[in-house]
Each structure stands twice: as C-alpha cells, then as structure tokens.
C-alpha cells in the first residue's frame, strides 16, 4: 500500500519577468520591482498559512521579487518572519538569488530597555533574531524602522553600517524619517562608506505628506523611496464604496491606528476617485497604485494582500496608460474640494 501523496515542488513561472516592470533604486545598481509585497498583515502567526504561501508564490510568479517584513510583523512579534521562513524553506529557497528580503527594527519588539528605539545594542540583536527566524544568512535591505530622538544619529547610522560591513545585510534604508532627518542620515552613511540604499514612508491619495520636501529630499541624495499603504488600508479599493460595514476591520476600529481614517467623507471621495479610474479602465486600487507610482521619485508600491486576486489586481496596475492631466486635474479636484 503506497503512502501518502507528496505535493510537487513549487516550480516558478517561465515567464515571471515577463511583465513586471523594474526600476533603479536611487543612485545604486539594484532595480527593484514596482510592486511590492509587504507581510505586515495576513502572515502572522494567527493567519492561515495556506493562504500566506499561496500569495508568496503568486506574487513571485507575477514578477514580485521584493518581500518585505519587520521584526515584529505578525501577530505575535516575529511570527510573519517565522511564516515567510517556513514559504522560503518550502518553496522560494532555490531562487533565493532572485529575491529581494528586507526587515526593519525600530518599533517596539521585546521587554526591558534594549528591545525598541535606535541603539546599537537593539538593531543589531533584532537583525539576528530576524535571520534565525527567517533561516538566512543576509537580508538584502536592513532599515532602521523609525527615528529615535533618545538615541544619537551617529549611532543609529554607525550601527547600519556595522549590519552591513559584517555581512548581515546588503543595503540599508531608513523609515519614516522626515526630510532633514534623511538628510542627516544619508550624510552620516555616506561618510561611513554605507550608502543610504532607500527610503520607506507612507503615501497615498489620502497621505501626501511626501510631497512636502521628502520626495525632493530622496532625489537629491540620490536614495530610492518605496511607499507603504498607497491603498490607505484599504479605503482606496472597492471594500468600503457601498459604506464602512460594521464587521470590518475599520468598523470595529475604536482606538487602533484606522481610528479617524475611516469616515463617511473619506468613502464619498473614494467613490468619486472611483468614477475617474472607471473612465480609465481600471478598478480604483489599480488607479491609486499607479498614481502613486507616476512620480519619478518612487521606486516601488509597497502592497499589503488578503488574497491572490489583490496581487493580481495591483500588478495589473503597470498595464494602465499614463494619466492625462485633465485626469490628474479631475483627480486633484476631488482631493482637494
């Protein structure tokens, strides 16, 4: 009596670099794809695995060879590393030269004094966590997830340079810093021979924070950017056109980080934002991606997924045509009126 049927081995797609559009990042040589696949969510130690692994897969027959994580990325801390770990040792391990890992330390990750902020002691220690927990050598990208008031600059950069020169990253970046402190930075890092690779804010339709001197900022010094959350969590797809459902993640929201995002003002502007993708052929997703991507500054759309179709969605994004600018003149309208 024969065993068990062992599933085939995950053979990626012939023609994964078909399509996918890749780009400089900054003044270095590693391109990047211009879409992303972020694991701050739906990879967690809570999430179906299944599900995890299966848009793992797509993602990278689509052309995605970006995957981004941070420390304490789940729920629970360490969990989505633990789950793209398991992904990389069952599937993506033998085209690991293809791919681009990335992690971040920044934000709060252990007990006690050296488990959060910008020292030496804390970046260091979380990267080799994130390497055992991942099963790596290297990570491609190491950020610094935000800045930290308490600890010196020097030190945060010097610690950077230290993950790089002793072999535990390739790149370093930084996130969430504002144009000055970027500034700052990329000087210390340049000083130290470590230049600063890219830089990893917010920005959307409804976050243009960047377009006061940060995207200015990451041109000059020569650093990528790759923006997080241009859906806006979700507001800028169809979920919450017909209205915010009480069952939903932004409508049990009382005190978590969605809190004032999510309103009735926000939803009517995205169904009008809508009504400007519907004359451009695309779903509102797909338009939001590609309008964040239509500045020269951005090198890459972060994405978040609950599922395949939404990597496909958003990788159909690259197909759209330019806007024109009585689109973007329609578009700002809406912004701004």
Known sequence: MSGPVEALAYVAAADRYATMRYQRCGRSGLKL???ALGLWQNFGGSDLFENGRAMARRAFDLGITHFDLA???????????????RILAKDLAPYRDELVISSKAGY???AGPYGDRGSRKYLVASLDQ???RMGLAYVDIFYHHRPDPETPLEETMGALDFIVRSGRALYVGLSNYQPEQTRQAAAILRSLGTPCLIHQPSYSLFNRWVEDGLLDTVQQEGIGCIVFSPLFQGLLTDKYLGGIPQDSR????????LQGKFSEA???LARRLDQVAQGRGQKLSQMALSWVLRQPAVTSALIGASRVGQIEDAVGALAARPFT??????????LRG
Do not use: C, H
């Open 130 to 132: 994130s390497l055992k």
């Open 250 to 257: 932004a409508g049990r929201s009382q005190a978590n980080t």
């Open 108 to 110: 709060d990750m252990w």
């Open 325 to 334: 600018d009585e689109e973007l003149a329609a578009i700002e309208g809406i």
């Open 33 to 35: 794809p211009a879409i």
């Open 266 to 268: 926000k939803v009517e």
């Open 71 to 85: 420390n304490n990325y789940g729920p629970p801390y360490g969990s989505a590393e633990e789950t793209f770990g």
